[in-house]
Every structure is written in structure tokens, then in C-alpha cells.
């Protein structure tokens, strides 16, 4: 069975940081390119941040570009994101993906953490 946990969401104000953390088991980490979406009240489902299987190709939405960060570590089976300078805006709940290719869609997402709220306050 597959999962992925997210954690370290929580309350900043803005001008803050978060780190993010995605602990996935039950599908081979390595195999997978890994993602970080968001969604806000009212919105879809928006990709953020995706890196490759090896982690030497990283991808960025406009929002996230310059502040945001992905990494993961293969022999920890964990993706991460750091979220610096954060913006009201960046309120949502994020969620960690796994997919086999094209990470920043959310079509070819194979599997989906539960989400964990990042709440900004202004």
C-alpha cells in the first residue's frame, strides 16, 4: 500500500518559512518523479514545485520561483520544500504527488499525500 505523509504545514505570518516533508512508503522512491501541488478555498488543484527521479531537475510554478525550494532524499524515501518569503497567497493545502513522468501535471499523478494546511497570515 502506498503513502505519502506530509508534514511541517502549519501558521506563519508572512514574510516567514515552512518547511515541508513527504515521507513516502509502499512504492519505489526512486522510480518516481515527486511533486508538491496546492489548493486553495475555491480553487483547483495547482501544481507548485516537482523534481526528478534523481533529483538534478527541478520544476517551478511562477508563483514559486525564487522562494520555493524542492529537494528529496532517495536513501530517506522523503521529498521536501522549503517555502521562504511566503505570501498570503500561499495559503492552501498542500499536497505531496508521486508520478512516473511529467510531474507537473495533475493528470499523471499516480499517488497523493493527504494534505497538510499552510495558513498565512498577512
Known amino acids: 500500500q502506498v503513502q505519502l505523509v506530509e508534514s511541517g504545514g502549519g501558521l506563519v505570518q508572512a514574510g516567514g518559512s515552512l518547511r515541508l516533508s513527504c515521507a513516502a512508503s509502499?512504492?519505489?522512491?526512486?522510480?518516481?518523479?515527486m511533486g508538491w501541488f496546492r489548493q486553495a478555498p475555491g480553487k483547483e488543484r495547482e501544481f507548485v514545485a516537482g523534481?526528478?527521479?534523481?533529483?538534478?531537475?527541478?520544476y517551478y510554478a511562477d508563483s514559486a520561483k525564487g522562494r520555493f525550494t524542492i529537494s528529496r532524499d532517495n536513501a530517506k524515501n522523503t521529498a521536501f520544500l522549503q517555502m521562504n518569503s511566503l505570501k498570503y497567497e500561499d495559503t492552501a493545502v498542500y499536497y505531496c504527488?508521486?508520478?512516473?513522468?511529467?510531474?507537473?501535471?495533475?493528470?499523471?499523478?499516480?499517488?497523493w499525500g493527504q494534505g497538510t494546511q499552510v495558513t498565512v497570515s498577512s
Open positions: 523534481i526528478s527521479w534523481t533529483g538534478s531537475t527541478t
Open positions: 509502499g512504492l519505489i522512491f526512486q522510480n518516481n518523479m
Open positions: 504527488a508521486a508520478a512516473t513522468t511529467n510531474i507537473r501535471a495533475t493528470t499523471a499523478v499516480n499517488y
